[in-house]
Nanobody
Framework: QVQLVESGGGLVQPGGSLTLSCTGSGTTFFITYMGWYRQAPGKQRELVATVSANGKTNYADSVKGRFTISGDTNTKVTYLQMNSLNREDTAVYYC??????????????WGQGTQVTVSS
């Protein structure tokens, strides 16, 4: 099992920046990727960005050029640098990790979420 804990959320003005951190603990098989999702009030949870074990990154179109994901799946740490924030970025941000066991089965892990509010 892996436990993920996010930190770094808060209140920021439009145009500002925040960096979210996610630290994992516990043991599991090979973690293939870590990522960030977000859920705004009344909306479905959506993908923000992912980083795979080989370092490949992936971003939602809405955050490309503004957000940067980094991390190390071996140490179960990931960061999300968020720049040029706007009100549409207001949401609860969740850390996510996926691991694969020797049988090829994937397990998914989620953090408890951290609130990001963009407001003047």
């Amino acid at each position: 099992q892996v436990q993920l804990v996010e930190s770094g959320g808060g209140l920021v003005q439009p145009g500002g920046s925040l960096t979210l951190s996610c630290t994992g603990s516990g043991t599991t098989f090979f973690i293939t990727y870590m990522g960030w999702y977000r859920q705004a009030p009344g909306k479905q949870r959506e993908l923000v960005a992912t980083v795979s074990a080989n370092g490949k990154t992936n971003y939602a179109d809405s955050v490309k050029g503004r957000f940067t994901i980094s991390g190390d799946t071996n140490t179960k740490v990931t960061y999300l640098q968020m720049n040029s924030l706007n009100r549409e970025d207001t949401a609860v941000y969740y850390c996510n990790a996926g691991s694969v066991n020797p049988s090829g089965d994937t397990s998914w892990y989620w953090g408890q979420g951290t609130q990001v509010t963009v407001s003047s």
